[in-house]
Each structure stands twice: as structure tokens, then as C-alpha cells.
């Protein structure tokens, strides 16, 4: 079944536009987003985030994909506010508890062999909730790998940020001990509420 087969008989609202696709919100029981294809080129990208998505289904820190044609997919959903709307404005505490929670599905991405990409820059489709839960979105450039690198682009968002410094980045992104890795970066994130201190 194709996009416009599936939504015949639905009214639909446009929602947002990417690279690869659009999204579509309708309602039924629930609310519902559909992501379709942008044009014929960009099938493979939606088919292979309609994949993952089924995959990593049943943790809600990811989009709950019901079902998938051949140009779209759809899924539950998702009552939140862009990252870059939301974190810049909190306490330094609640900053820390948001990238704890990205850093948890960095690790967890790289445990499971998916490379999604983009958690160097982490406020790029990442949701936020009114409780502070954290949303990842968008795996159209995402892949199964032997060797993600998840952990590694969110140590370099850390040291943007001045969390850590160079040289514990460098340090770290050396270290393929991932559960090494991941425990010293929870603990750094834990270790106090102050703002950071490496601006570099």
C-alpha cells in the first residue's frame, strides 16, 4: 500500500518537512503521524527508519511505528517541544538530567548495532516533554552497524558544551570499552550540578 491509498478515506494535516520526507498528523482512537517519502529517491530511507523503528519498538524514547507501507510509515504520536526550545531555558540540574537521558540512548544504540548519527549535535530531532522525557526521532540516515559510533559524537556535544574537555574527549573516543565509556560519562553528568567548566 502506498501513501495516498492509505490516507483515501483520512483528513490529514501537514505537520513538518525534512530532507527525505514529510510527516502528516491524523486522528482516530489517537493521534497518529504519518512519515511518507519526499519524492521516489528517498523510499529506501523511510523504508530502512520504518525498520529500525520496528526494531527498537516497546521503548518509548523512540517513535512506537504501528504499521508501514511502501512509501510511509506510521506512528503514536509524540506530545513535546523540540530540544532546542526546551533545554536551553532549564536549571543546570534538569540540563543534566535531559543529556543523562540522551546519553542512555546513545549507549543503548550502540549496545543494540544501530548508528543513528547526529547525537554530536544532539538538539537536532530530539523531543522533550513537559516531565522532561527525552524523545529521539528521525533514523532515515540511521544504520545497523558492527561498529556505531553513538557514544563517540555525544562525547563531542559534551565538550561543546563544556561538560568535558578536549582531552578527556580525545581520551574517551579512543576507548572502545563502551560500558567503560558510558559508566564514566554518567558519572561526570552526576557529579555535580554546577555549570560546566571547559569552554573550548
Known amino acids: 500500500m502506498n501513501f495516498e491509498l492509505f490516507v483515501k478515506d483520512k483528513y490529514i494535516t501537514f505537520l513538518s518537512k525534512g530532507w527525505r520526507g514529510e510527516i502528516y498528523i491524523y486522528k482516530e482512537d489517537k493521534t497518529y503521524c504519518i512519515k511518507k517519502a519526499i519524492h521516489e529517491g528517498a523510499i529506501y530511507a523511510i523504508t530502512k527508519e520504518a525498520n529500525i523503528l520496528s526494531f527498537l519498538y516497546g521503548d518509548k524514547t523512540y517513535p512506537q511505528i504501528l504499521c508501514q507501507g511502501k512509501d510511509f510509515f506510521v506512528y503514536e504520536y509524540i506530545d513535546a517541544m523540540p530540544f532546542e ?116
Open 85 to 200: 526550545k526546551v533545554f536551553y531555558n532549564l536549571e543546570e540540574d534538569k540540563k543534566r538530567y535531559i543529556l543523562i537521558q540522551v546519553l542512555k540512548s546513545a549507549y543503548k544504540l550502540d549496545v543494540v548495532g544501530i548508528n543513528r548519527g547526529e547525537f554530536d549535535k544532539e538538539y537536532k530531532n530530539i523531543l522533550i516533554d513537559k516531565y522532561l522525557n527525552v524523545y529521539i526521532l528521525d533514523f532515515d540516515r540511521g544504520l545497523f552497524s558492527k561498529k556505531p559510533k553513538n557514544l563517540n559524537q555525544f562525547i563531542q556535544s559534551l565538550r561543546t558544551k563544556g561538560y568535558i574537555c578536549l582531552e578527556k574527549a580525545i581520551e574517551l573516543g579512543k576507548n572502545e570499552d563502551k560500558d567503560k565509556v558510558f559508566l564514566e560519562l554518567l558519572e561526570i553528568l552526576n557529579s555535580s550540578q554546577e555549570s560546566p567548566r571547559f569552554i573550548n
